[in-house]
């Protein structure tokens, strides 16, 4: 079997588009558009590329962008009065701080300043809950991309046998509980995993973030799985620099019965969903009506 592409490329573009209508008219109706602070402390070169991405996609939205880069030696006081700042901005209606923090700061203590009701990331502990007890949330951005491409591709995730590989706060936990939402039958395997193999094949839906390149490899997946690629590492082959997923393409693809590419598969939802939450929060602190298909 060759499995069909995921194109999260395409679906992103849409999804933005559709956020971009959304604010167009919301924007007629009230007079004020949607805007997103990014905060970038230092000068991690992988998070400068992602801020910069932020930055241009959520002005190509229509939204009002707020960078604020600072230096490496920026104080957790400092840090935590302008997140203060831009909790008390009423033109500003989400926050996201770019992970991750210089080792002197604690990422915590910064994150669960933010209003949670800004926290497009949804890292704070307060959406943390709210996402694992069933309530209302802001949806950390990769894990809702792919459950976007997941709902796509698959209809109804209802007793589906699920395998999300990685436990960390921004995808591998978020996105086992956004899979129990839907009904999913969850595993969360990780580096401690016996056995990861043998665990990995009784997935009909496998989600990869472990940060590994190519670790999952074609026998390590069942005959017609949804395989989901979270990984984004930059390896040198044939001497030239190179980004691979989680996941060895080529095994994996002649066995799954879908699986997304890297790069133009989870990375761009990434983007359009954190524009998705910013709508969102947006429309929240107005009591405004949220756009259908955008939230979990
Ligand atoms: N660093 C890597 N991924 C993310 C993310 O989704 N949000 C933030 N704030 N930092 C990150």
New binding site residues.
């Given amino acids: 079997m060759t499995a069909g592409i995921i194109d999260g490329k395409t679906f992103a573009a849409r999804i933005r588009t559709e956020v971009a209508a959304h604010v167009a008219r919301l924007g007629a109706a009230t007079g004020t558009a949607p805007g997103l602070a990014v905060v970038l402390v230092g000068e991690d070169p992988a998070s400068q590329v992602y801020v910069r991405s932020k930055h241009a996609a959520t002005v190509e939205a229509g939204m009002a962008s707020f960078e604020h880069r600072l230096p490496a030696a920026t104080t957790q006081a400092e840090l935590l009065a302008l997140i203060g700042r831009l909790n008390a901005d009423p033109a500003v209606h989400g926050i996201?701080?770019?992970?991750p923090l210089p080792a002197h700061l604690n990422a915590d203590a910064v994150i669960n300043a933010i209003d949670p009701a800004k926290d497009v990331?949804g890292f704070h502990i307060s959406n943390v809950g709210l996402l694992a007890t069933g309530q209302k949330a802001m949806v950390?951005?990769?894990p809702l991309g792919c459950l976007m491409l997941l709902r796509d591709r698959l209809g109804s995730l209802a007793g589906a046998e699920a395998v999300v590989i990685g436990r960390s706060n921004?995808v591998g936990k978020p996105m086992a509980q956004l899979l129990l939402r839907d009904s999913a039958t969850v595993t969360v395997a990780h580096s401690r995993t016996r056995d990861l193999a043998a665990v990995c094949r009784r997935a009909d839906i496998l989600v990869a973030a472990v940060g590994r390149p190519e670790m999952i490899t074609g026998e390590m997946v069942k005959a017609g799985a949804t395989v989901i690629d979270v990984g984004i590492n930059r390896v040198e082959r044939d001497g030239k620099a190179r980004l691979v997923g989680d996941v060895d393409f080529a095994s994996v693809a002649a066995v799954a019965g879908a699986i997304t590419p890297v790069p133009g598969g989870v990375g761009p939802m990434?983007i359009a969903c954190l524009l998705a939450n910013t709508l969102t929060a947006f429309c929240r602190s107005r009591g405004l009506p949220e756009p259908e298909g955008l939230t979990a």
């Fill in positions: 996201l701080v770019q992970l990331d950390p951005c990769t921004i990434t």
